[in-house]
């Protein structure tokens, strides 16, 4: 069996503006007349009397006359679902036909409006498209590739620092710890030192000259003060050696008083004075603290 073609609503109107008859509609898309109707009633349910109309005009154009009670004519309205008189005249024709032409030019006017606007719709999309593709273009030739430059120039860099933040980290705990046992040597051997030069102190020979005067100084170390006359006392001197002290001054007795402070503290000693009573007042009040 032969297959059917879809009847649509655009494909009638089509077919309609090129004169098919209701003879042609069936043999072409093999259905009967009863069947085309009844497709024609669903297609347009407010428009299938346009459709007749259009039927009968197109009849009447492949007959060359008019068509108005003919029986063979009238079935084309009369198989159709809805009332119809079946007649026309040729003033009601030529006004259809008229109307028809106006309609024509109408739809066609409507559709080259539509074509004229969709060819500017196009021609936009078309500038917009090329303009879509030149930027797409720049970014994946020129912009993408600098901007990856840069962000792998980041990367090296930020990657480089991370190392060196690492390298100087472990040389500083390495420095701590070091500073940490440089300290610990460094108090070490400041000890050593001080107990060096204590024995050094300790082995040392002082010599202290004492003038007629009673001044006094130090000559071989300057590290050894000379006590002030408030730190000594010299009145217990005066008072327990009288002999001694009548032929000396008070600077004179007051320097006996110093050097015996200085020698208490030391281990070797020299003392040399000008003064002979001074000397025998300090070789007295030595032996004595002995």
């Known amino acids: 069996m032969e297959g059917r073609r879809i009847i649509t609503t655009k494909a009638i109107n089509t077919q309609l503006k090129y004169h098919w008859t209701l003879e042609k509609f069936c043999t072409h898309y093999n259905v009967s007349e009863e069947e085309f109707f009844n497709t024609v009633a669903t297609l347009f349910p407010k428009g299938a009397d346009e459709v007749r109309r259009k039927l009968q005009k197109n009849e009447n154009f492949k007959h060359g006359k008019k068509q108005s009670d003919a029986p063979k004519e009238n079935k084309v309205v009369s198989d159709i679902p809805e009332k119809s008189d079946g007649t026309s005249d040729e003033n009601e024709e030529k006004k259809e036909t008229a109307e028809e032409v106006s309609k024509e030019k109408e739809l066609l006017f409507q559709e080259e409006a539509r074509a004229a606007a969709k060819r500017e719709q196009i021609i936009s999309l078309e500038i917009q498209h090329e303009k879509l593709i030149s930027r797409k273009r720049e970014i994946q030739t020129v912009e993408l590739l600098e901007h990856k430059k840069i962000l792998e120039k980041y990367r090296k860099a930020i990657s480089e620092a ?42 040392k020979t002082v010599n202290i000259l004492v003038y007629n005067s009673g001044e006094i100084e130090i000559v071989s170390n300057s590290e050894i ?66």
């Not at 980290?169 to 000890?191: A, M, P, Y």
């Not at 010299?234 to 327990?240: D, H």
Request: proline share 2%.
């Open 225 to 290: 003060k000379v006590p002030a006359d408030s730190d000594i006392e010299w009145i217990s001197i005066v008072t327990n050696n009288p002999e001694y002290c009548k032929s000396l001054t008070m600077g004179q007795i007051q320097g006996v008083a110093k050097v015996l402070k200085i020698v208490g503290e030391l281990n070797l000693w020299q003392v040399e004075f000008d003064n002979k009573q001074a000397q025998d007042l300090f070789e007295k009040l030595l032996n004595e603290s002995k």
């Open 162 to 203: 991370q190392e060196r933040v690492i390298d100087l980290t472990n040389e500083l705990e390495r420095i701590i710890g070091q500073i940490s046992e440089v300290n610990t040597s460094l108090s070490d051997n400041r000890e050593e030192l001080k107990s060096l030069e204590d024995e050094i102190k300790a082995l």
